[in-house]
Antibody, heavy 121, light 106 residues
Framework: EVQLVESGGVVVQPGGSLRLSCAASGFTFDDYTMHWVRQVPGKGLEWVSLISWDGDSTYFADSVKGRFTISRDNSKTSLYLQMNSLRSEDTALYYC??????????????WGQGTMVTVSS | DIQMTQSPSSLSAFVGDRVTITCRASQSIANYLNWYQQKPGKAPKLLIYAASSLQSGVPSRFSGSGSGTDFTLTISSLQPEDFATYYCQQSYSTPFTFGPGTKVDI
């Protein structure tokens, strides 16, 4: 079964750091671009970041650029999101999503269940 | 950044109705347009990719059309399980952007 399972979401103080993880299974992980997408409860979807299949290319939303880092370990079939200098507006449910192909310009065909990040003092 | 708009923001419909949702991009995105369905408490689900290609396992009552800046998602005969929020998303250029969503309810 193709599956993505996120973890690492907690309550953190403003200015703090957090690393989210996404464990992938059921597909050849290093064939695909991977993404992080977030959603404030009750609101819409916001794309956060992507990483190419080989980890050589990364892209970020302007709202997180310079604060977040995306990485992957293909040997562990895992995706990561390092979040620094967290702000209250980063509070959201964070989804890991698989690109439908190796191209970064494609849809997201598999999503995890999400992990909740709350930034609050 | 490419801005995505959707209309209507919500609609009420009956089982069996034909439903059409429109998505517009602020600049041409060719056919790099995808549609997702999200039910409360669940992750989004890919329905249509590349404007008109049906994702594997998605019922054929869902269809997509359009290119350039104007796109539509059509549900030919609304079923009870189709009541959800629908989002369009452009994958033409980063930052990838989603529309604000269209909530379909009874």
């Amino acid at each position: 079964e193709v599956q993505l399972v996120e973890s690492g979401g907690v309550v953190v103080q403003p200015g703090g750091s957090l690393r989210l993880s996404c464990a992938a299974s059921g597909f050849t992980f290093d064939d695909y671009t991977m993404h992080w997408v977030r959603q404030v409860p009750g609101k819409g979807l916001e794309w956060v970041s992507l990483i190419s299949w080989d980890g050589d290319s990364t892209y970020f939303a302007d709202s997180v650029k310079g604060r977040f880092t995306i990485s992957r370990d293909n040997s562990k079939t895992s995706l990561y999101l390092q979040m620094n200098s967290l702000r209250s507006e980063d509070t959201a449910l964070y989804y890991c999503a698989k690109g439908r192909s190796s191209s970064r310009y494609d849809s997201f065909d598999i999503w995890g269940q999400g992990t909740m990040v709350t930034v609050s003092s | 950044d490419i801005q995505m708009t959707q209309s209507p923001s919500s609609l009420s419909a009956f089982v069996g109705d034909r439903v059409t949702i429109t998505c517009r991009a602020s600049q041409s995105i060719a056919n790099y347009l995808n549609w997702y369905q999200q039910k409360p408490g669940k992750a989004p689900k890919l329905l249509i990719y590349a404007a008109s290609s049906l994702q594997s396992g998605v019922p054929s009552r869902f269809s997509g059309s359009g290119s350039g800046t104007d796109f539509t998602l059509t549900i030919s005969s609304l079923q009870p399980e189709d009541f959800a929020t629908y989002y369009c998303q452009q994958s033409y250029s980063t930052p990838f952007t989603f529309g604000p969503g269209t909530k379909v309810d009874i």
